[in-house]
């Protein structure tokens, strides 16, 4: 990931394929993967990433809606001519009312908190960058919140994948682009990953809060995509009939607004 010059999409309805059909080897090769992966997708064995999709609608030469096809079968957003939205849309603000009691946070695809339901007990920030989780997960400032080594190295790594493919998406992006360039150099770690260019998705996770009043709470959290409106929820759980569950039910009843 990098500061690269603006660059449109590449997709035009009225452009045709200017050949009727692309050998295996000859599609991995203009993809810049290997034919054996493409052979395994053909086969219906795993799923291309966003990155891997944009390339391979690209050397097939798809028009415009044969892409958003495509990444409708492989469950992704096409990009967007413009920024990534910004917007908490109806059908998620309905998903937060039936989450009742449950805290869980929104984000949008760049990992800026757009909204919260009953999480008084983290720290989110105001305005900008205080309130973007991947700055702050590589600026070292997590607020309350605290994870093992080995989790925070995993958590960074699906953050940084998940940059890169929404980078792809909305490559008119403006805000997007200076905070990965940004990024890039106040954190030598996401420089780091960002070149390595390794593929970490999201896992089941466990994050210690810190709160003022019930102490050390440990919580785990679950990421979701919501299609609509391209957006991240990220939803905290607790055992149940734990201490954990109960210093956790304590706090959403100090804190029920949402922002």
Not at 28 to 40: L, P
Not at 132 to 139: G, V, Y
Not at 142 to 160: A, D, H, K, P, Y
Not at 213 to 229: C, K, L, P, Q, R
Request: charged content about 30%; glycine content about 8%; overall charge positive.
């Amino acid at each position: 990931m990098s500061g690269r010059p603006r660059r449109r999409t590449g997709f035009d309805p009225s452009t045709r394929r200017r050949t009727p059909g692309v050998r295996r080897d000859e599609l991995a090769a203009a993809a810049g993967v290997s034919a054996e992966y493409i052979k395994r997708l053909e086969q219906g064995q795993g799923r291309p990433s966003a990155g891997v999709l944009y390339v391979l609608a690209r050397a097939l030469r798809l028009s415009r809606p044969e892409y958003e096809y495509l990444c409708s079968l492989a469950g992704h957003v096409p990009p967007g001519a413009g920024r990534s939205p910004r917007q908490v849309g109806p059908g998620t603000r309905r998903l937060l009312d039936r989450l009742g009691d449950t805290p869980v946070c929104v984000n949008d695809a760049a990992w800026t908190v757009l909204a919260w339901e009953k999480l008084g007990c983290t720290s989110i920030g105001s305005h900008g960058r205080d309130r973007n989780m991947a700055w702050r997960a590589f600026t070292g400032d997590q607020g309350r919140t605290t994870r093992t080594s080995e989790r925070e190295v995993r958590f960074q790594s699906s953050i940084v994948t998940d940059l890169r493919a929404t980078a792809l998406r909305y490559p008119d992006d403006d805000w997007l682009r200076d905070l990965v360039t940004d990024l890039q150099a106040v954190s030598e770690t996401f420089a780091d990953l960002g070149q390595a260019h390794v593929d970490t998705r999201y896992q089941d996770d466990q994050v210690t809060i810190r709160h003022p009043d019930a102490g050390d709470i440990t919580v785990d959290y679950d990421i979701m995509t919501i299609h609509e409106g391209d957006l991240r929820a990220v939803v905290f759980t607790a055992e149940t009939g734990s201490a954990d569950a109960a210093r956790l039910a304590v706090t959403q009843g100090r804190h029920s607004d949402r922002r």
